[in-house]
């Protein structure tokens, strides 16, 4: 049972995590594309602000159940199947990823809003942009591991 609940956990987590990525790429960057500096900014500072730290929670949540679910199953990461490796490896590149995004260009970006800074805001939402695509394409690449590694 607890093994269970702790796959759900980790799977909603994931979901979320990833989801959220793609929805703030795919809908909030074209839905906010035409508007002025003076909205688009602070909507996304808005949204990000709301966003990131659930994404934190998330990334704590996958991290704790996956290494808590590897040593229950497989007794630890030397008997764990490779792919369970690849998506532990593939998690920390995304978990490092949000840290780096959190203390740099999240910290420019709202710094240069509150400044009214549009060119220091807009450079660094593209790199925020930048920064969750290259996640949410690691979080495609673990989900595609966890369910064809088992077929590897």
Do not use: C
């Not at 996304?44 to 602000?49: C, D, E, F, G, P």
């Not at 679910?69 to 949000?98: C, D, E, T, W």
């Amino acid at each position: 049972m607890l093994i269970a609940i702790l796959i759900a956990l980790h799977v909603l987590s994931i979901v979320f995590w990833v989801g959220g990525m793609s929805f703030m790429l795919a809908v909030l960057g074209r839905a906010t594309g035409e508007m002025s500096p003076e909205q688009r900014f602070p909507l996304w500072k808005r949204t990000l602000a709301a966003f990131l730290p659930r994404i934190g929670g998330s990334a704590a949540t996958v991290l704790v159940t996956g290494i808590w679910l590897i040593f229950a199953m497989f007794g630890g990461f030397s008997q764990a199947p490779l792919h369970v490796n690849v998506m532990m490896g593939l998690g920390i590149l995304m978990m490092l990823l949000y840290l780096h995004l959190i203390f740099a260009p999240w910290k420019r970006f709202r710094a240069a809003v509150d400044g009214g800074d549009d060119t220091k805001a807009g450079r660094n939402l593209d790199m925020i942009r930048t920064t969750l695509g290259i996640s949410a394409g690691l979080g495609v690449l673990t989900i595609i591991s966890a369910v064809t590694g088992p077929y590897w």
